[in-house]
């Protein structure tokens, strides 16, 4: 049966069949098979079908072309199916369970051409930045026809107020683009007046304006002009905020950001009356500066008039509340204007305060001596001998004025800022313990106040592979280590504070709608003891009331150091380049302020010397904001106080009066950053 | 619904004759109207942003549906053998095209797939010319095919050259569809099993090397594998924007015109290339059940023209024809609920494009002209350059007419032939009748894989 099947499935001459073979043969074996039957049957047409069939060859062995094609119809369906299942998925359990997508507002870095932006507001409620509408004026040329556009440029003259003439010849020009801007700022109300009467024309079927477009933009306004410029930052020309605080907090001032973070809020009333006549802003954010507008004019003016009388390349000042940390005023020169940034020089854009790093100089040696007065190792009152030079590795240290003064106690040496004396204080003090309070002082690490571009500064501790013993005796009279004014001056505010570090801020309150919620000051560090503190104080006004007389202020006492800092260049140090600066505050038994007064490369011609640049500078300022925050002077102050009758130095005094202002306690600095 | 499909062969309407299988043509109907709707719902957002007028795709589709309506026609009338007898040169035009472009062809999207212009797409076209060859050559093989000198190695000779080249556009979709098809066809004209295994092994490592050369594929690949189990968080923006399209229509859509991803911006070419997923959001399950109904329907039918074709070459053309609109849609779908990587397939007469829909309507309508001979002798293939089907019947037609129409009129029992050539029915192959002329004894001991295939006949 199989031989005969065989021989004969050959001669069908079609090719289906083999596939599901072994399935017939068993019948075949069995009973003859269906095929082999009915090809017997139809034996004796064989001949004539054979023929057909080289012919024609029939399709298929019905049976098994009905399976196969099944079988196609499972393969092309069986994915349907399988599709039908995920299609249930998707369409059924995950349309159940879908939530939109959150809109992502947090990381973003551009900002949507209309996003509004929040105001800012300096510590009374003056405006220093704030969105404005202007109008832009844009066209598509390429569907305007030509006659028309002496028309347009005539009406569009007036509201522009560019001649006629040009007008047309910008259609001439770009005749064949689709999108051209006429103007990008225009006034409010005559960009009303333009929007109104295309409304009117479009309504009267006049369209001679329809390619005209006139859209409101927001516009960043900073009505102060240069007044703090370079705290606030500016949104460049895309909206997208650049430096400063715009940059800082342009999560929380664009209206599509973020809102408060989640802590203590206190409702909108309780801020001062005259803070919110412009706060919040329309959109209900805004920032409440510790800024204090009087006083940054009275720093901006002083530092321009300084440089302007020493000559100066360019200066910083910085004012803060030492007890808070709050920036007062904060000034350098040169500057810029935010309504006009785009002619401003970018090298003016970046805040020098914080974002520029310097050779301290003297001042430093105000973080020497605490080291060592808080160790116990000196005391204001220790004897040092100056020999005029001393020799460390082989690296020799003069003093500035290259003479030798013999034997001088700590304080003098201070008053005198003895470079020799004070190497020697710092050796007394040791590497180890010298940079563990360099760095507890704040230098070398950002002091994370709320600004954006703030560097950290370069500090060599005993770590560092090229560290030497040298090293310890230059930083120890602020060479050889770069700080920024920020660090420097936080770190004098130490000691102005009772040793207590604090972080510096510049948003007083956060304004989102009803809530506001108040920066806390935060402590950094208990750096120094409050004793130390006490006799830093007392050092620092005999340096004032001895070295750098300039400085003083009739009727005030005031504690303070200068600092004059040689210029590191490529070749070295350059003798006649110096970074004077000089860092004080006052009333020195209870500081109010401290300032920071920086100028760099005073004129040689008229003085090198911090002392006789800087602390001029420092001096006026002081006047004025005794004047401006109305602080009494000492006779006044200290005769008002019954407590204090008996006391016969700022440090008896301290002991009795009570504790001035309480500080609240250091909170995780996390939680402050975390805007 | 089998029944409600069956009731119009009976009909005869207009020349077509009795057979054109006119639930297919339902289908078919069903299918366009549907998509033209779609293809104006999804694209008119585009037109607005692109300041044209929005009905501009849906009157360009329109535009297309007419020639394609042409071409549709033109093929039912034509007789089907004639692509038989063309399919040389047809191959040869399709080669040359397939050539021209890899020269002239400009770069879109980051293949060339299209001449200047971006109007005509060759691989279009070349797919069904391919089916046409290799029918045509596995129809001539006859039973040699399972000789592997015969079978295996020219047929994979010749899709190596077709798809090679095709694979340079580069268009690995198109490549796959004809691949796939033409495994399809060679199985049907019977090919040994082995032979099918070693072919489609082949095939899987060529192209799993072609992918994992190419990084524009395996990129896409890489970015569906990760993003199978949870779509919505694709990194792939183009798959989690179709997948988030699917799963906001839920059960009932949110609505004709209503879609959201389709704006510009969010799901690209959501008229041609991903319309399945806008069908999804607007119609929710509802709609892309229906589309797979009708898609299911096709298959059904497709098939069925083929299974009553008594020409090998009908058979093999019609579930070629078949196979390559049903995988297209497949993959188009599999696309749209990410589960195959993103592909330029389009959705076979509901996407917007021109190449695709005349060639689908094309293929149709040839498909729709084997429907109308089945149970019937296969009309003659004209000599090259005699267009039309001959209207005279020769002596050799009717013998064969007659055997099949003997089968044919069995089945369904509304036979028109000529009282002629039924004379002939009791001569037959044996295999034709075997269901029913066999005797009661016999029909006792037939195996359940026959009356299975009895039911489906009958069903």
Redesign the interface.
């Known amino acids: 049966m199989r031989a005969r099947n065989r021989t004969v499935r050959?001669a069908?001459?079609?090719?289906?069949?083999?596939?599901f073979d072994p399935?017939q043969r068993p019948?075949d074996g069995a009973?003859g098979g269906?095929?082999s039957?009915?090809?017997n049957?139809?034996a004796p047409?064989r001949a004539s079908?054979e023929q057909?069939h080289a012919?024609?060859?029939?399709?298929?062995?019905?049976?098994t072309?009905?399976?196969?094609?099944?079988?196609?119809?499972v393969?092309?369906?069986g994915?349907?199916l399988?599709?039908?299942l995920?299609?249930?998925d998707?369409?059924?359990m995950?349309?159940q369970q879908?939530e939109p997508?959150q809109i992502v507002t947090t990381g973003r870095n551009t900002v949507d051409d209309t996003t509004s932006w929040g105001v800012i507001v300096d510590r009374d409620g003056n405006l220093l930045a704030a969105d404005r509408f202007t109008y832009r004026i844009t066209a598509t040329p390429k569907f305007i026809s030509q006659s028309d556009y002496g028309a347009i440029a005539l009406r569009l003259a007036s509201s522009i107020g560019a001649p006629p003439l040009q007008i047309e010849n910008l259609f001439m020009e770009n005749s064949d683009r689709d999108y051209l801007i006429i103007a990008s700022h225009i006034d409010f109300e005559q960009g009303q007046q333009l929007l109104a009467e295309r409304q009117q024309r479009m309504a009267d079927r006049d369209f001679l304006l329809k390619h005209i477009h006139i859209a409101a933009h927001p516009r960043r306004f900073y009505p102060q002009g240069i007044l703090a410029s370079q705290v606030l930052g500016f949104l460049n020309a895309e909206r997208v905020p650049v430096l400063g605080l715009e940059r800082y907090y342009r999560n929380f001032l664009s209206s599509d950001g973020v809102g408060l973070p989640p802590g203590r809020q206190l409702p909108r009333s309780e801020l001062d009356e005259n803070v919110l006549r412009f706060v919040p802003s329309g959109h209900g954010k805004g920032l409440v500066l510790t800024i204090d507008r009087t006083i940054q004019h009275i720093i901006e003016e002083e530092l321009r008039l300084g440089i302007g009388l020493y000559r100066a390349e360019a200066g910083t000042v910085i004012v803060m509340d030492p007890k808070t940390g709050a920036i007062l005023g904060m000034a350098n020169w040169p500057t810029f204007d935010g309504n006009s940034f785009e002619d401003g020089d970018p090298y003016t854009f970046t805040n020098v305060a914080i974002s520029a790093q310097f050779e301290p100089g003297s001042v430093f040696k105000l973080i020497t001596v605490a080291a060592a007065l808080d160790i116990d190792a000196v005391d204001a009152s220790t004897v040092f001998v100056d020999t005029g030079a001393i020799s460390v590795e082989g690296h020799t240290v003069q003093n500035s004025d290259r003479k030798a003064v013999g034997e001088l106690n700590v304080a003098d040496a201070m008053a005198h800022s003895n470079n020799v004396i004070t190497v020697q204080i710092a050796q007394q003090v040791g590497a180890e313990i010298f940079y563990d309070y360099v760095s507890r002082f704040g230098f070398g690490a950002d002091t994370h106040i709320d600004l954006s571009g703030e560097v950290a500064g370069q500090v060599r501790n005993t770590d560092a592979p090229n560290w030497g013993v040298s090293d310890l005796a230059t930083n120890s009279f602020g060479q050889g280590i770069a700080v920024t004014p920020i660090q420097m001056i936080c770190a004098v505010a130490a000691i102005a504070n009772g040793g207590k570090l604090m972080r510096p801020y510049i948003v007083h309150s956060r304004v989102a709608g009803d809530n506001v919620m108040v920066t806390q000051p935060t402590m950094v560090y208990q750096v120094i003891q409050p004793e130390t503190a006490l006799r830093m104080n007392d050092m620092m006004a005999h340096v004032v009331n001895t070295g750098n007389q300039m400085a003083q202020v009739s009727g005030y006492s005031v504690a303070g150091k200068s600092g004059t800092a040689e210029i590191a260049t490529e070749e070295g140090y350059v003798q006649d380049e110096t970074i004077a600066s000089f860092i004080g505050y006052a009333p020195a038994d209870d500081p109010q302020f401290v300032m920071l007064v920086k100028l760099d490369r005073p004129d040689p011609g008229i003085s090198r010397w911090a002392a006789y640049t800087a602390t001029p500078v420092f001096s006026r300022i002081a006047h004025r904001l005794f004047e401006h925050m109305n602080i009494p002077p000492d006779n006044v102050r200290v005769s008002d106080d019954s407590q204090s009758y008996s006391c016969s130095s700022a440090v008896d005094c301290r002991e009795i009066a009570p504790e001035a202002a309480s500080i609240p306690a250091a909170e995780p600095v996390a939680e402050l950053s975390n805007r | 619904m089998t029944m409600a499909l069956q009731v119009s062969q009976v009909k005869q309407i207009g020349r077509f004759g009795p057979n054109i299988d006119w639930a297919l043509a339902t289908v078919l109907t069903c299918l366009i109207l549907f998509g033209s709707v779609m293809v104006f719902s999804a694209s008119y957002p585009w037109a607005l942003e692109n300041q044209v007028s929005p009905f501009y795709y849906v009157l360009l589709q329109l535009r297309w549906l007419g020639v394609g309506l042409v071409a549709l026609v033109g093929a039912a009338i034509v007789p089907y053998r004639i692509w038989e007898r063309w399919s040389i040169p047809l191959m040869a035009l399709g080669l040359i095209s397939l050539i021209a472009l890899i020269f002239l062809g400009e770069n879109r999207f980051g293949a060339t797939r299209a001449f200047p212009g971006g109007r005509v797409q060759p691989s279009e076209l070349v797919k069904v010319i391919v089916l046409i060859y290799i029918s045509t050559w596995?129809?001539s093989?006859?039973?040699r095919?399972?000789d592997i000198n015969y079978g295996l190695i020219p047929f994979g000779v010749l899709m190596g050259i077709v798809t090679s080249l095709i694979v340079v556009q580069p268009d690995i979709s198109t490549t796959i569809l004809i691949v796939v098809t033409a495994l399809?066809i060679f199985?049907?004209?019977?090919?040994?099993?082995k032979q099918l295994i070693l072919g489609g092994f082949v095939a899987t490592v060529t192209f799993w090397l072609v992918i994992t050369r190419n990084s524009y594929a395996s990129r896409r690949v890489s970015a569906l594998l990760e993003s199978i189990q949870s779509?919505?968080n694709s990194s792939e923006w183009q798959i989690r924007e179709a997948?988030q399209a699917?799963?906001?229509?839920?059960?009932l859509g949110v609505g004709l015109g209503n879609s959201t991803e389709k704006l510009p911006g969010n799901l690209p070419l959501s008229w041609s290339d991903n319309i399945f997923a806008v069908i999804?959001e607007e119609m929710?399950?509802l709609g892309?059940?229906a589309v797979?109904l009708l898609?299911?329907l096709f298959?059904?039918r497709g098939?069925r023209i083929?299974?009553e074709?008594?020409?090998?070459f009908?058979?093999l053309l019609a579930?070629g024809i078949?196979?390559l609109i049903?995988?297209q849609a497949?993959i188009h779908?599999?696309v749209a609920?990410a589960?195959a990587p993103p592909t330029g397939v389009t959705l076979p007469f509901v996407s917007f494009g021109g190449s695709s829909l005349v060639t689908s309507m094309g293929a149709a309508g040839i498909l729709l002209n084997i429907s109308r001979y089945r149970g019937l002798p296969?009309p003659a293939a004209p000599r090259r350059g005699e267009a039309g089907a001959r209207p005279h019947i020769t002596a050799?037609d009717r013998?064969?007419g007659g055997l099949a129409n003997a089968f044919g009129a069995k089945k369904s029992g509304a036979s028109s032939a000529p009282p002629g050539q039924t004379a002939h029915a009791p001569?037959?192959?044996?295999?034709?009748n075997?269901?029913s002329h066999?005797s009661g004894s016999?029909r006792r001991?037939?195996?359940k894989?026959?009356r299975s295939?009895r039911r489906?006949?009958s069903g």
Do not use: C
Not at chain 2, 187 to 193: D, S
Not at chain 2, 246 to 251: L, N, Q
């Open positions: 050959p069908r001459g079609h090719g289906f069949g083999p596939l399935l019948e009973d269906l095929e039957g009915a090809l049957r139809a047409n079908l057909e012919q024609h060859p029939p399709v298929s062995d019905d049976g072309k009905i399976w196969r094609i099944g079988f196609v119809g393969v092309l369906t994915p349907l399988l599709l039908v995920r299609l249930l998707m369409q059924v995950g349309w879908y997508p | 596995l129809a093989k006859g039973d095919i399972k399809i199985f049907l004209a019977g090919a040994e099993l779509p919505l997948s699917i799963v906001k229509g839920g059960p999804g929710g399950l892309t059940l797979i898609f299911t298959v059904y098939l083929a299974s074709s008594t020409d090998i009908g058979s579930v078949t196979s049903i995988l497949i779908i599999a609920v589960v296969p050799g013998i064969r001569s037959n192959f044996g295999w034709w075997r269901g066999i016999r001991r037939t195996t894989n026959q295939d489906a006949r």
